[in-house]
């Protein structure tokens, strides 16, 4: 893996800024390591003069150096830290690609792409584009170790878009070239890409990153069969690579001058060069060019007859083969393994999410049954409201017909159906109670001719008024009625004949005396006839046919009096003992009692 630092120039030892010294430390540190390390220990004597943000970038780059100078083991837990604990997202972005890297280094792949999974899931929150330059490049390169070579180019693409020009977009243009090579993506259009890739990276002096494209510009001319092309391009720069002290991408280059010599014919150059891949890439475990080396030193044996020293190589290769197979399918393995954890979390995660949205909609549905059963009792309600008020008014139009039913229309009191029905209980109970009771029957006089002198509305207003007045001399228990059109009937319960005529005397004077203030036109008297349940019994019918002849005989002996049927009562019993209850009485009154 290459390193994806910055370049810059050297930090300027007067500036005082602490903030610009942080700044131009971080973009030093590959190129001139020793004036970082001395801004570094610089920057620790200041600390508390820096920011809470600043310190924890300092904590950073103190970090990033232990593990340039190769102590994974001290480096691991103090970017672990940072990691962890720091609330600067490009911090931690950083920290993730660093050690996203050294993890890959270590070959602890499983954990590295874990990591990376981490921070690329935190990606899109980033917005410091160096920060996302740093993890999305360390992405393309672990992917490419996976043979994961469409998604190390999609983020490869990613840094070119967050940058139209300058030293990331050369690398970011390196990295797609690279991973659509190894990818196999090897057509006109990629010679074309990777042309491209070498004049950015040339432009803005980022060599190193020009001549690892040419490696690969040169291997795939040697899989073309250019072998002359190859050789040329990677001879023109092989002097500069050695100078960059890079040792991968020195043996790299050394491993394909050996293959190109070798297509060629030349096979003391391509040993030369075998062994020059095996001194550097033994030096740096650099797997792949060693395998190169000896197999074709192998070849170059057996071609020229040494058996013993090509069965050595190739027992050197054999061995340095299956490492580097072992490492491609460690690599693949962890990557699958992740995504499949990654994928087995998700899975776990969606099903929680839809347990989460059923109870949701569980709690909802819940929510809009408790509403439902409060509409449903409000409706209730209502219904039994308006049942009950239906009711309330279906009772009192009840009521108002049965007093329609039980009431005279002109003057409010009972009828003739209802004063018999009230009349006949009053009785019973009378009769029960062994208690005398009187039936007054009270026809008012000559009414025919008040109605044809007055008219019927003055005749109406009389049968009220007499009404009235009987009313003011009535007791509660008292059952008044009207029998017909001018004739009315009183029983009053608990009364004897004398003071039922008593009574009746009461009401007669009361009838016949014009109130005041009224017209003295209207002559009105009216003539009673009494029956006693003590000579009649309690039968309604008989005090009714009592009381009425009663009335008779005072209507006849001259109207405005008052006569008790009965037996002293009869045309001679009249005039006999009784002594005639109802003398002489007048229409213009004072009627006579005896
Ligand atoms: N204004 C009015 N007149 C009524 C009503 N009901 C009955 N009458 C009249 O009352 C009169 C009763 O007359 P009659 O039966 O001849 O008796 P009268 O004229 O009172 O004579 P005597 O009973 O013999 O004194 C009739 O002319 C009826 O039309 C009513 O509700 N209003």
Known sequence: MLLLAGRAAPASPASSNLADLLGRADTIKTVDNAAFVELLALLDKNTVALSATQKWRLRYLKAWQVAYLGDFAKARPLLETIIRETPDDAIRMHAAAALVNILGYSHQYEEAYTRLDHALDEL???TDKDARFHILGEASQLLVGAGQYDLAASYADQIIADYPSGRNRCIGMYLKVHADFLGGKSAQSWRSQAQQAINACTQVNENLFADATRRDVASFAIRQGRTVDAINLLESHYLNVVKYHYLELTSEYAALMTEAYWQKGDTSRAEEFAL?????????EFIEPLTTAYQLLYQIDRQ??????????????????????????????????????VEAKKVELDELNKQNQILQLQQALDHKAVE?????????LTVLASIGLWLLRLKRSQLRFMRLARRDGLTGIFNRQHFVDEAE????????????????????DHFKLINDTHGHTAGDHVL?????????????CDVFGRIGGEEFGILLPESSVIQA??????????ISTTPEGESQDITVSASFGIASTQHEGYDLRRLLIAADSALYRAKR?????????GPHNGPEADRGSSGDHAADGRATGDPAIS
């Open 124 to 126: 899109p929150k980033v």
């Open 276 to 284: 020059n891949t095996v001194d550097l890439a033994q030096k740096s």
């Open 304 to 341: 020229k007859g040494d058996l013993r020293d090509a069965l050595n190589y190739h027992e050197k290769y054999m061995t340095a083969d299956k490492g580097r197979l072992d490492d491609v399918r460690e690599k693949a393995l962890a990557y699958q393994f992740v995504k499949q954890q």
């Open 372 to 380: 439902a059963g409060r509409l449903y009792i409000a409706l209730l």
């Open 425 to 444: 209980q009053t009785l019973r109970y009378a009769a029960k109670s062994m208690r005398m009771a009187c039936l007054i029957l009270i026809d008012l």
């Open 464 to 476: 009220r008024r007499a009404v009235a007045v009987c009313q003011q001399h009535l007791h509660s």
């Open 501 to 510: 005529l008593e009574r009746a005397e009461r009401l007669r004077v009361a």
């Open 557 to 565: 002996d001259g109207r405005n009096r008052v006569v008790v049927s």
